[in-house]
Nanobody, 123 residues
Framework: QVQLVESGGGLVHPGGSLRLSCTVS????????LGWFRQAPGKEREFVAT????????YYGNSVKGRFTISGDYAKNTVYLQMNSLKAEDTAIYYC????????????????WGQGTQVTVSS
């Protein structure tokens, strides 16, 4: 059974940083892609970031470009999201996602979701 487990959320001041982690288990995933989405209260879930399993070429949502960086230790089936210069509007539940590829994830086509981790940016 495929499982995605996120960690690393929490409370941070505006301008601060956090790093989220997500580990996937229950299969072989080298032909897939991991990524991140988020959902703020009262808003739709939005794409945040993804990259190829090889670590090449990353894709980012417009609202996080230049501030967030996705990376992975794919030998450990783990993806990270380094979030810098955090703003109050980054407050959301962040979900790890597994899809057929980065293009599919950018398009919102997700095969499996993690349970989510809360990120709160507040002074």
């Amino acid at each position: 059974q495929v499982q995605l487990v996120e960690s690393g959320g929490g409370l941070v001041h505006p301008g601060g940083s956090l790093r989220l982690s997500c580990t996937v288990s229950g299969g072989t995933f080298s032909s897939y892609a991991l990524g991140w989405f988020r959902q703020a209260p009262g808003k739709e879930r939005e794409f945040v970031a993804t990259q190829y399993w090889s670590g090449e070429r990353a894709y980012y949502g417009n609202s996080v470009k230049g501030r967030f960086t996705i990376s992975g230790d794919y030998a450990k089936n783990t993806v990270y999201l380094q979030m810098n210069s955090l703003k109050a509007e980054d407050t959301a539940i962040y979900y790890c996602a597994l899809g057929l590829g980065p293009v599919e994830l950018v398009g919102g086509v997700v095969g499996y979701w993690g349970q989510g981790t809360q990120v709160t940016v507040s002074s």
